[in-house]
Every structure is written in structure tokens, then in C-alpha cells.
């Protein structure tokens, strides 16, 4: 499988995971997240794979998750809920996401890309 590569143009650290990803050789699909969002079960994969606490998908510094006052509605929120909520807006997620159906990464960390796309 292509990995997956869930990106925002106007996005720095998206733009820096680009680079890395073309610099290592790694061949990407890339999926613009704002008009295609990853779905709901998409999230729930994405979010298993990684390993990341739940709360971690969700981009706490942005627009859409400060109007919504999403921070204060998690902690009562399921996890299922949570999904459903990430896979209305591309913006409430912290990207930028890459998958391969096996792993996935969330955000960008020069060094734990390395440890897991790093050939």
C-alpha cells in the first residue's frame, strides 16, 4: 500500500513532513485534510495504529477547536464521539497524518519519523 499522507498546504510542520518524506524517498499519496478529512473509521484506525492517547489527534492550537471549546467537552465525550467530532473538520485534526494501513504517525517529530518510516 502507498502510504497515506494527510496534509494542509498552509500547514509549516505539514510542508516540513513533505520534505522529509521526498528527502528519505518515501513515496506518498497525498490527501489534502481540510477537503478530505480522514472518516470516521479512518480516525479509528489512524488513532489505534498510532498509539497516541485519543486526545492527542485533536489540534489544540487551532481556530475551529478554540471557537467549538472543544477542550472543554472532552473529558465528557466517548471515544466514539470524539471520532465522529474529528471527522467533521480536518481543521480539529493534528496533522499532519501519515498511514501506511499497518502504522501511522501523527504530527511531525523529525526523530520518531525516522524511527518509524526511517529506512
Do not use: H
Not at 485533536?58 to 472543544?70: A, C, I, K, L, P
Amino acid at each position: 500500500m502507498t502510504m497515506k499522507a494527510y496534509l494542509y498546504n498552509k500547514c509549516g510542520t505539514c510542508q516540513k513532513a513533505k520534505k522529509w518524506l521526498e528527502k528519505e524517498g518515501i513515496s506518498f499519496e497525498e490527501i489534502p485534510i481540510v477537503e478530505q478529512p480522514p472518516t470516521k473509521e479512518e480516525l479509528r484506525q489512524i488513532w489505534q495504529q498510532s498509539g497516541l492517547d485519543i486526545k492527542k489527534m485533536f489540534n489544540t492550537s487551532g481556530q475551529v477547536y478554540r471557537e467549538q471549546g472543544v477542550k472543554d467537552k472532552l473529558p465528557g465525550m466517548s471515544e466514539d464521539e470524539m471520532l465522529e467530532l474529528l471527522a467533521t473538520d480536518g481543521k480539529l485534526i493534528k496533522r499532519p497524518i501519515l498511514t501506511d494501513g499497518k502504522k501511522a504517525t501523527v504530527g511531525f517529530k523529525e526523530d520518531n519519523m525516522q524511527d518509524v518510516w526511517g529506512k
